[in-house]
């Protein structure tokens, strides 16, 4: 039976609201900076350049700042931050006072997955940390949505002034959020529970992850899995355009299904994965598994290229694939990093996975666009051979990883055999 986490109502509220902030500015960043700081587009977007390669490079000092003083403390932090930049962003109307500002909140926001995860791994165990990463994926998802559409409806009353509007109510939605995780109360194990509180932690450092091979391998793994998350928001769109001669309405009909679907119903599907008893590794496979299958369908479209009705079928029945598989990879592959990471030391490690995503978030775009130049089905062909790939590496990594990683419950154990009758 899986024990409920101290404090997840609140948890899962502060995540959703926190995600409507999020939604209300990211699908308008460049417009969205551009109004509330009266700079030009071009200075905006150099600006959030330079600030987001410096905030990949915080990456490893927060992944520390977990280990040294917990992930609940460090994501407060992270949370004032953002509320703090955010109320601030209508006052930035110089280059310096905008770039300062957006360093305090790129700083917050590459970090902030390293820290949830490392938070969901503070305050669960077991199964519950598959349930919590299927409940905060599907309000992100939900969280999001909401948020574009009370920004839209914010910008339709008051116009682009509007948006600084939406910059406080960013502020206000981190702020309110960081005061519900502040409920949440960290589980200790029984060897550690002498050790609560204390300042004192093992001398650990990024050389231990480095030198945990199964780890590696599970975060490059990741990595080829995480090509295929940014398929949707990269290489979709421009497939439709350049390659099928779709109308670009069909990209918006996509993101529908896809944050519909997530939404809607993530949290079943992972409760029908984690209730089959399937170990983490082979569910993660199967989500990868999946994302090929849905990337093969691209390159069958591709390839037959039929009419405009027939086309707007295949596409929602490969994004509905697609999101299937992100439903069942996720969970799982979000949980089998928390509990392969050691406690002492999950900060580290975790900023180590998470650069994974970070690093193929990056790549996406310079690799869609060279391989899409070549021939429109090659980008989804690279695609499906890396989420093979990763499936494989999954399946081969399971039994170097430790058990408790593996499976959500600890497998259940072997019955004794009856002893035979003695002879006579």
């Given at each position: 039976m899986e024990t409920r986490v101290a404090g997840e109502r609140s948890l899962l509220a502060g995540v959703a609201i926190s995600a409507v902030g999020i939604g209300m500015y990211i699908p308008f960043s460049l417009v969205f900076f551009h109004h509330v700081t009266g700079l030009s587009f071009t200075l905006v977007g150099l600006v959030m350049t330079i600030t987001g390669v410096a905030g990949l490079a915080f990456m490893p000092l927060a992944g520390s700042a977990v280990d040294r003083f917990g992930a609940k403390k460090v994501n407060l932090v992270l949370y004032g931050m953002r509320a703090a930049g955010f109320a601030l962003y209508p006052f930035a109307h110089s280059l310096p006072a905008f770039a300062a500002v957006t360093l305090v909140t790129a700083l917050a926001d590459r970090s902030f997955s390293v820290v949830q995860q490392s938070l969901i791994g503070e305050v669960a165990r077991g199964s519950a940390r598959d349930r919590l990463q299927a409940s905060i994926?599907?309000?992100?998802?939900?969280?999001?949505?909401?948020?574009?559409?009370?920004?839209?409806?914010?910008?339709?009353?008051?116009?682009?002034?509007?948006?600084t509007y939406t910059a406080w109510g960013n502020a206000l939605a981190f702020a309110l959020a960081g005061l519900l995780v502040a409920r949440v109360r960290p589980v200790r194990d029984a060897g550690t529970a002498g050790a609560a509180g204390s300042a004192k932690r093992p001398a650990a450092g990024y050389r231990m992850v480095l030198r945990d091979r199964p780890f590696l391998g599970l975060t490059a793994a990741n990595f080829l899995t995480a090509l295929g998350y940014s398929a949707l928001s990269?290489?979709?769109?421009?497939?439709?355009?350049?390659?099928?001669?779709?109308?670009?309405?069909l990209t918006g009909a996509a993101f529908t299904v896809n944050t519909v679907l997530c939404a809607g119903i993530g949290v079943l599907i992972a409760s029908r994965v984690r209730r089959s008893g399937a170990r983490r590794t082979r569910s993660a496979a199967l989500g990868a598994l999946l994302f090929a299958a849905a990337f093969v369908g691209q390159i069958v479209l591709g390839t037959v290229r039929p009419g405009q009705t027939a086309t707007l079928i295949a596409l929602l029945a490969i994004v509905v694939v697609y999101t299937l598989g992100e439903l069942v990879h996720s969970p799982s592959g979000g949980a089998l990093s928390v509990s392969a990471a050691p406690e002492a030391v999950r900060g580290r490690y975790l900023a180590t996975y998470q650069l994974s995503y970070s690093l193929a978030s990056a790549l996406a775009p310079s690799l869609f666009t060279f391989l899409l130049a070549v021939d429109g089905r090659l980008p989804w062909a690279v695609l499906a051979v890396s989420a093979l790939g990763a499936a494989l590496a999954l399946v081969r990594l399971e039994r170097h990883l430790p058990a408790e990683a593996v499976h959500a419950e600890p497998p259940a154990p072997a019955a004794p055999r009856a002893a035979a009758p003695a002879a006579a």
């Open positions: 994926r599907a309000l992100q998802n939900a969280g999001m949505g909401a948020g574009a559409l009370l920004v839209s409806a914010v910008l339709g009353l008051w116009g682009t002034g509007g948006f990269v290489l979709f769109p421009l497939y439709l355009s350049t390659w099928l001669m779709a109308p670009d309405s």
